[in-house]
């Protein structure tokens, strides 16, 4: 038990504690001692008998003390709602911690070149696994660490939906996030996003043909998504925020409790702001493209945007994109390798079965696991890896990315599925054209991410 439950279970007992003698009525005997004392006893005799009684004295008065403080703890207690707390959703037990102002596409800044390989200086590393439970146990408040105590016992749990309320600094932060997002869209930042030029290529065995459309760099991250998170809160959009919130509970529902410190964490804690968003809905995902498509428009005014609303790609489109018009096959880099020349993994997915197929150990010379070696135990940073041709990152691994599919020649918003596999996806599934484990799954997974798209109603 934590210390400070210690110290608030002793401040309780004290508080209830009955008086059995008052302060006056000790004073008075004490004193009645001390008189009677001197001529009785002699010496050392008198000595420790006014020892005794200033260490009962003492003792008492401790006693009154504790029982005043807790009085006090327990009547100025801060409101659990309080904004000065970081706001969290009861159910799903998702953190929304406030965000200091992060500037978009932060990846090359924090850590990796435009290749995407890793630089010296990383300004916001991601805290390691076993290392996540004590940085938040050493940083949060005494009320905190009580309210997630609460949290963890199930039988204390709630299923009445918590709303967060926003501070002014979190309602201006966010709007200025908000603002970065729509004036790197309306420009179409080729940072942001880049135009995928119309194409025809082998599709499945067909002939294929694919408009011009324009793809997000990278997959949505946690801040973006948390940004629209908190513009629906501030636009008063209650219900859609709780279809959109992320249920990050799913760590531990299908990895097990020793992923707690990620379902606690990956969400709320700014090192983890560049990562792909996971555990969301499909729902929430439709309600993120539908607002990021009315707030653009709203933001570019009278300019004349060359593009239609932002949408999740067709698996065709996706196909397009991830293979350079079906140049690059099996896998969006040269070649049907997973590792390069040095033996460091091209893609973030589930290498110890490819590894044990392969008849090598799934451990390094220092016992770690090989997922370590490029820095990827769960997911990695959005812009981690090697880009395509395109310069899109992460279209093999690290997270599934939704898609439309197509029955024949027929788009359908209806036929839910993803594609490129993640972080626990097999070395046939974060193929370009690879099986989809994920087909028609509508419901929030720990490995199933997104990126947007648009089609360019521009010239081809």
């Known amino acids: 038990m934590d210390k400070e439950l210690q110290l608030s279970a002793l401040f309780d007992q004290a508080k209830l504690q009955p008086a059995v003698t ?16 001197s001529s009785v006893n002699s010496g050392k005799g008198q000595l420790l008998t006014i020892k005794k009684w200033i260490l ?85 408040s005494p009320l905190r660490k009580a309210q997630r105590q609460m949290h963890h016992n199930d039988n204390m749990r709630t299923d009445e939906p918590y709303i967060p309320k926003l501070t002014a600094d979190q309602i201006k932060a966010n709007n200025k996030r908000k603002e970065k997002m729509l004036k790197l869209l309306s420009r179409l930042d080729k940072k942001m996003y880049v135009r995928i030029s119309a194409g025809s290529f082998d599709y499945h065995g067909t002939k294929t043909s694919v408009q011009s459309f324009f793809m997000q760099v990278t997959e949505v991250t946690n801040l973006e998504y948390k940004t629209f998170l908190f513009d629906l809160l501030i636009q008063g959009r209650k219900d859609d925020f709780l279809v959109a919130r992320p249920d990050q509970s799913m760590w531990t529902k299908m990895l097990g409790n020793t992923m707690q410190p990620m379902e606690e964490q990956y969400f709320s804690h700014e090192a983890y702001a560049d990562y792909p968003v996971v555990n969301i809905s499909r729902a929430g995902v439709e309600l993120y493209c539908k607002w990021l498509t009315i707030e653009v428009l709203k933001y570019d005014g009278k300019r004349t945007i060359d593009f239609n609303d932002i949408r999740l790609p067709f698996r065709s ?13 099996p896998f969006p880099w ?76 027929t788009y359908s918003r209806e036929l839910p599925g993803t594609a490129g596999g993640g972080w626990m996806s097999s070395i046939d599934e974060i193929k370009i054209n690879g099986p989809d484990p994920y087909d028609g799954e509508v419901k929030a997974h720990p490995n199933i991410g997104f990126r947007v798209v648009m089609t360019h109603l521009g010239r081809p």
């Open 317 to 329: 489109e996706w196909e397009l994109a991830a293979s350079q018009s079906g140049m690059q096959i």
């Open 56 to 140: 009962m004295l003492v003792t008492i008065s401790a006693i009154t003390l504790v029982a005043i403080t807790a009085i006090n703890l327990n009547t100025t207690e801060p409101n659990h709602h309080e904004p000065s707390e970081s706001l969290e959703i009861n159910k799903n037990k998702v953190v929304f911690d406030s965000l200091e102002d992060k500037e978009f596409n932060s990846s090359q800044e924090n850590g990796y070149d435009p290749q995407g390989q890793m630089t010296e200086q990383i300004e916001m590393t991601p805290i390691p696994i076993n290392q996540i439970e004590l940085y938040s146990l050493e940083t949060i």
């Open 22 to 37: 008052s302060f006056e009525q000790t004073k008075e005997t004490f004193l009645h001692s001390l008189a009677s004392g």
């Open 334 to 409: 040269e070649g049907g390798d997973v590792r390069n020349e040095s033996g460091c993994f091209l893609a973030n997915f589930k290498a110890s079965e490819f590894l044990i197929a392969n008849g090598e150990s799934c451990f390094n010379d220092d016992s770690t696991k090989v997922n370590t070696i490029d820095g990827a135990l769960f997911t990695a940073r959005t812009k981690t890896y090697n880009p395509n041709a395109y310069g899109l990152y992460n279209m093999s691994g690290n997270v599934a990315e939704m898609v439309y599919n197509e029955n024949g020649q």
